[in-house]
């Protein structure tokens, strides 16, 4: 079965699922499918209103993320701006993985910190001992490779058993990896970890200057929505839904479930590995401490708060947590910011299961009149939530 | 698998093994029993965490992340009334009945209305585990805190070959296989144990043949928990109690109970056993890669048998 008619099978219509606002391209990718939804559109002349102010909202958005550092303070440039771009794109990798693989995944910011530890280990760093002072683009190339690898094989280990057990196994992955970091000298350089890890000088620009930095995260963040936006309407990221909503119906329809889970593995792996690099580079230091189990939890924290639902969400969930982050000082004490983000987190799984886009798409839902997105969204809704 | 495989890796992996412990007694026989007797102990303290965890799981399917952090409340407020009170029985009693109290108030009063959403009960204990760790660390501060035991457990006792062995961790191995046979026989021959047992199997027809589920459901959670409270009594006066040692426990009940199968007590006490010496091992033989082993262990487990040496499918 192919699969657009495993498409029309599961009743999708892919294009409506563009709906909480995502960026220009994804309507273009997706125009193939629109005609099953022109005769919704032709009934009410108001939804072809709606995807008209869409598409000038995904322009507009675009012209603000490009014109933003030149408005922006480099305070919230490189700390607000880039580190929003840097975070959302690792947690995109997980909600990539858990909403529409279905495979809740703690384990991603472990994979972006083997990939920050490769580039520590392979290029410059303030440690000569273990640093192998490799050009940069060869040491990017490895990390990345090395990154996707580890990621590869967590998935084969945490694919062997379903549901629930994913997380247990992911987390006992990535707390391991931290211990290990933290207590090998030799490899890890220990309890420091690496300083003065920095991107190379290029074209007489230094990329770790906020305006930069940040140009190079939103092409990066922007590439990974597109592609994420691409891959989910591809055969593959259809056939990979389907093995989220009935892994043994896909495979009695001769797709290997197995497979598909760990080439998702794999995807994710390269996208954190991406922004592990950068994220390296943001900080400039990797340390235990970049990838102990707060920020295994942030990440998560981050893709459920902007909701699972659509590649945006993880962006979204990153600003609100980037603003948190830095400006919970003003709202209680600083050193309670986790209790603060851990109240966030609970009342958002607790009330709001889609997080910040599931409120988006209530407060439509309440504004304007009943369309068909309700069902849509009801047959899209990754199971993460609920 | 064919036979010839079995045989195959099982001697793949028995020889080495084999080998190592040779050598290890050859070397240093006072070396490799001390080690094997500290991963016993070590055994012990993560067989009382993680057969909580494990209870929970098989009943209720809840994955409780926040079991480290009941863990880590439970020694607190240990030490809390040990110091009041000066007595370390008093103390190991609060810490269990702090933390059970503790959980059957999370159960009632949260995971019970989230009931069969596995995924949502599990992010909400981990957005649980973010506050509990922030608000103790908020009332205790971020130093290490000691028991003050009573003085017939702190000495040492001479053993053959061995030697000078902590008495208090002889103490900790022997209560744990009490916990563990006292665990055993109320899971087996009690009548909140039989329900138990047959909620773990199916919850559905336990319900339908009139027994109060909820009521279970509240006491097997309090159960759980009150282990890890329990533990950390045990065990924080064994090492000591400072902010993230509720990871170290979570990581270790997590581990020993993918090792030893999700949902079984024995399987708890299997994986305990594993992870106990393969760590203890690492740490005296390959002190920076003690980690590994545990990660090893784990590897080969989820790759030969992914539900885990006890553990069933489905």
Redesign the interface.
Known sequence: MSAAQWRKAMNFSAGSRDWSGGRATAPVALRPRAGTAATEIRETPLISLLWRRLSLAHIVVLLALLLYPWVATPFFTFQIGAQSLVLGLIALSLTFLAGYGGM?SLAQMTVAGIAGYAIAIFATSGTAEISLGWPWWLAVLVALVIATACSTFIGW?SV??E???T???T???G??FF??AQ????VFN?FQGFQKVVPPELFGLYWRDPMPFYYLSLFWALAGYLFVSYLICAPFGIALQGVRDNARRMSALGFNPVAHRIAAYAVAGFLAAIGGVLMVWYNGLITPGSVG??WL?NI?IIA?LGGMRHPVGPFLGAIVFVLLQNFAVDLVDR??F??L???V??AI??FS?DGLLGWWSHLRRRMGPTTGQARLGASATP???? | MSRFWKWFWGLAAALPLAVFVVWALYDSPRLFLTTTLNGLTLAALYFLVASGFTLVFGLL?N?N?AHGSLYLLGAYIGWVIGDWSDSWLLAVASGFLSAALFGLVLQVG?FRFMQG????Q???T???S??L???ML?IWGGQIYQFDPPRWIIGSTTLPIVGRFPTYRLILLGSSIVIGFMLWWFLNRTRVGMMIRAGVDDRAMLAASGVNVQVVFAVTFAIGAGLAGFAGVVGGTALSIAPGED?RY??AS??V??VGG?GSVIGAAHGALLIGLAEQFGLAYA??????F??VV??LV??FR??GILGRRG
Not at chain 1, 183 to 186: D, G, L, R
Not at chain 2, 117 to 120: A, M, N, P
């Open positions: 809740l280990l062997r058993t549901g629930i057990y997380i247990m196994i987390l006992a992955i707390v391991a211990y290990l207590q090998n000298y030799a220990g189990t707060s939890i998560l459920v050193e309670r986790n209790l983000i851990g109240v987190f609970l799984v607790l299961p199971k993460s939530g609920s | 399917r994955v992340l949260v959403q596995d995924l949502r599990t992010m909400a981990i957005g649980l973010i506050i760790a922030d608000v908020w990871t979570l990581l997590l581990v109970v993918i999700m002190p920076t890669y003690g980690i590994v545990t990660f784990m590897t989820l790759a992914p539900q």
